[in-house]
């Protein structure tokens, strides 16, 4: 148990100082409902909280812990039954083409509770953050996933400002191999 506390708090401090849209540094916070790709399984929902933190030279450093629960499925998941409190710590850099267009790339490590222990593994990122109106951003990130399966993920989110440091976000993030697709609300301040 404690060091289930120490991860969590190694994770949280992650997360004060973590990367961007449009090379802004932000923390959300996010309902996230989790619904697996298998049918019979119910639906888990839970908190995320995400954050990114700019640094000089466009170069970025990102966080995220999600405490939804999922049922797994799949032939080398579904012995674990579930999975909860997922982490993600990373960093990675970013390249503007234009105002409003910033390709991003990174690498991060990422963490699950399951039944039967914590696993741990890395993904490769690559994305692009898109801001077509002044109101209005994309941020798009594809990863290659390494966690007791190789995977690939897809997160897309849409945000919108209310005022300059303050966005709604609605964000799915979708998981080949890990069999679940996640949609989410969240509230994002940028700094």
């Not at 490590?109 to 696993?119: A, K, M, R």
Request: proline share 3%.
């Amino acid at each position: 148990m404690a060091s289930r506390s120490l991860r969590s708090a190694v994770c949280a401090f992650l997360l004060a100082f973590s990367a961007a849209s449009a090379g802004q540094t932000h923390l959300e916070v996010a309902y996230s409902e989790v619904n697996p790709d298998w049918k019979p399984y119910s639906n888990g929902a839970g908190v995320r909280v995400l954050g990114s933190l700019a640094l000089p030279h466009s170069f970025l450093i990102f966080g995220s812990y999600n405490t939804a629960t999922l049922k797994t499925s799949g032939p080398e998941l579904s012995r674990h039954q579930e999975a909860w409190d997922w982490r993600i710590a990373g960093a990675g850099w970013g390249y503007s083409l234009t105002n409003n267009l910033r390709l991003i790339g990174g690498a991060s490590y990422q963490g699950v509770d399951l039944h039967g222990g914590y696993e741990s593994g890395w993904a490769i990122h690559t994305g692009f953050q898109f801001m077509p109106l002044k109101w209005l951003f994309l941020d798009l990130d594809i990863a290659y996933l390494d966690l007791i399966v190789e995977d690939i993920s897809l997160e897309a989110t849409l945000g919108v400002h209310l005022v300059d440091q303050v966005a709604l976000t609605f964000r799915i993030h979708d998981h080949s191999d890990w069999d679940f697709t996640a949609y989410e609300a969240g509230l994002r301040l940028l700094f």
